[in-house]
């Protein structure tokens, strides 16, 4: 049921982007919303998106097409997930648990990063329907950690395995730099001014305690919060090469994702390993902020797909209207990161759950309006894509 009174106060995900810089602390903000270099790849994956426009065609649809879609052989609420995010509780204490709880109640995706705030076994419990598991390149000592969290993932039911390659250098978010977020995360005085005036994000702190790997602890379970920062640093070296993905490919035995792909000689390559699906993506424009949005590059990557494997795209996504976008353009699903870290600053708790509910209800009239009765109808629709790729 639609709660009303905070679909005034919310219609849309941009007007929880405004609260959320509003109510929480300047580096919580800063530090889930700001990208790489100055901010134009963010700016970037917006307007490919805006650009893309769909012709309608009337007098065929006459209610609300429904939007539920299949992804790896089970049914979702519809064709978004949640993207992966390491340490989302800077942005708020205790994000990655209101993110799975929300997911779990839509029947929508939720991915744990690694080096998320809640351990593989924790996720699994509150998203036991819909937990999918993202693995950095965790390299050392032949993959010990890296195989063994893909192993508990397993163990603990993780529906899907997404291994992130476009990683493949540290890089730098200037405003994160500059509001003081350092790892490991530490409050100085200045963050403590401005979580003073933030006082839903300090009672969260209380009661969730600060940001930490969790997933991590049991592989170091003496070390202290810096101790731990710089033990993860250490095992995170690079991304993956395609070797390593196969190796990946030989111990998980459900689907396997790769992330970051943004050419289609990278998808097929993929695709050559036996991954079952690819996330076309530049990193949500926290990379570097001279890659193309992946809406651009989409089409030309699903022909060179052509039906093989799932393609799910992510980064600068925004609205049902996007989702439909990128679904008319060949994805079979998108996964969205800052939309619902900005639902919980707006909204604590209770944003993911409202945002999911919005960019359901606007993906169907987006549908509807286009005049598609399936998302699959909506491939077969008239498109002006200005921005695409063509690929040599
Ligand atoms: C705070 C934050 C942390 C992230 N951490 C990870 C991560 O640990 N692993 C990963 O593969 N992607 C990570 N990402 C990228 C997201 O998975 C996703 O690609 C991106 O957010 C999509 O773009 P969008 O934010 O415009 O929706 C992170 C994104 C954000 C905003």
């Given at each position: 049921m639609r709660d009303n009174d905070l679909f005034r106060r919310f219609p849309n995900i941009p007007m929880m982007r405004d609260a959320a810089r509003r109510r929480l602390p300047r580096f919580a903000f800063e530090y889930l919303d700001g990208g790489a270099g100055t901010d134009t790849g963010i700016d970037r994956n917006w307007h490919a998106l805006d650009a893309v426009e769909i012709v309608p065609r009337y007098g065929v649809c006459t209610a609300l097409p429904p939007v539920d879609a299949e992804l790896f052989g089970r049914r979702y609420a519809g064709p978004v997930g949640v993207a992966p995010m390491g340490s989302p509780s800077i942005c708020f204490p205790g994000a990655d648990r209101m993110l799975a709880a929300a997911a779990q109640a839509a029947r929508l995706p939720y991915t744990l990063s690694?080096?998320?705030?809640?351990?593989i076994e924790e996720a699994a419990a509150v998203a036991p329907d819909v937990f999918w598991f993202q693995l950095p390149r965790l390299s050392l000592d032949g993959h010990r950690i890296g195989l063994d969290m893909a192993r508990r993932a397993q163990a603990a039911g993780a529906h899907a395995l997404i291994l992130t390659t476009d990683t493949p250098v540290r890089t730098t978010r200037p405003r994160e730099v500059h509001s003081g977020v350092t790892t490991p995360f530490r409050v100085d005085l200045r963050m403590m001014a401005s979580i003073i005036g933030a006082p839903s994000w300090l009672l969260a702190m209380r009661r969730h305690g600060v940001p930490r790997f969790a997933s991590f602890r049991q592989y170091a379970?003496?070390?202290g919060l810096a101790e731990m920062a710089e033990f993860v640093g250490r095992q995170t070296p690079g991304a993956f090469s395609w070797d390593e993905v196969a190796l990946f490919r030989d111990h998980w035995k459900g689907p396997l994702l790769v992330k970051g792909i943004l050419h289609p000689r990278d998808a097929e390559r993929a695709l050559a390993i036996g991954c079952d699906g690819i996330v076309v993506s530049n990193h949500g424009g926290r990379q570097v902020d001279a890659l193309p949005p992946p809406v651009d590059v989409l089409p030309a990557i699903v022909r060179a797909v052509n039906g093989r494997a799932t393609v799910l795209m992510d980064s600068g996504v925004r609205s049902g209207t996007d989702i439909v976008r990128a679904v008319a353009l060949g994805a079979d699903a998108v996964l969205m990161g800052k939309c619902f870290l900005w639902s919980i600053g707006a909204l604590g708790e209770r944003g993911p759950e409202h945002a999911m509910d919005l960019l359901l209800g606007e993906a169907r009239a987006s549908l509807g309006q286009v005049g598609a009765l399936t998302l699959s109808e909506a491939r077969a629709a008239e498109v002006r894509h200005p921005g695409a790729y063509a690929f040599e």
């Open positions: 690694a080096v998320g705030g809640m351990t379970p003496n070390a």
